[in-house]
C-alpha cells in the first residue's frame, strides 16, 4: 500500500505545483510519458511538469479508483486545469481562453524501483 500513497502524492505535487516533492518522488532514470510528452530522466520529467504547470492557475484531481499490483500503481481520475493565459491546451489541443477550466478522464500507471523511487509514469487521456 506504500506504493499507492507514494502514487498519491504525485497527484497532490501536481495540484500544488511542488516540484520539490516531484523531485524527491522520482527516480534519476525516469521515464515520463503522456499523449503530449515523451522525456528520460529527472531533470527532464521535472521540466515537462514545469512547463505545464507553469500554465495553470488551480489543478484539481478526483480519483476514482486506484489499483496495484506489486509495484505498479493504477489511478484513474479525472484532473482539471484552470488556466493563467490563452494557451493551446496539451491535452486535446484546443486553444483554452484566460481561466478556462478544462477537465479530463486520465488513467497513469505508475511504476516504482526497488529503491522506492517512481521508475516511470506513464498517462492516457480517457475522453
Do not use: P, Q
Not at 480519483?63 to 486535446?92: G, L, M, P, Q, R
Amino acid at each position: 500500500m506504500i506504493w499507492v500513497d507514494k502514487a498519491k502524492r504525485f497527484l497532490t505535487a501536481i495540484c500544488t505545483k511542488d516540484l520539490n516533492v516531484m523531485s524527491d518522488l522520482f527516480a534519476d532514470d525516469i521515464h515520463f510519458r503522456s499523449w503530449a510528452c515523451d522525456v528520460k530522466g529527472k531533470d527532464a520529467a521535472i521540466l515537462a511538469n514545469k512547463n505545464h504547470l507553469d500554465l495553470v492557475y488551480e489543478t484539481k484531481i478526483k480519483i476514482h479508483n486506484t489499483a496495484y499490483k506489486d509495484k505498479y500503481i493504477v489511478i484513474e481520475c479525472d484532473i482539471s486545469h484552470s488556466y493563467i493565459y490563452d494557451v493551446a491546451d496539451v491535452f486535446d489541443s484546443v486553444n483554452r481562453g484566460k481561466g478556462t477550466v478544462t477537465t479530463t478522464a486520465i488513467v497513469y500507471i505508475v511504476e516504482f524501483n526497488n529503491s522506492g523511487k517512481i521508475k516511470s509514469i506513464r498517462s492516457y487521456k480517457l475522453k
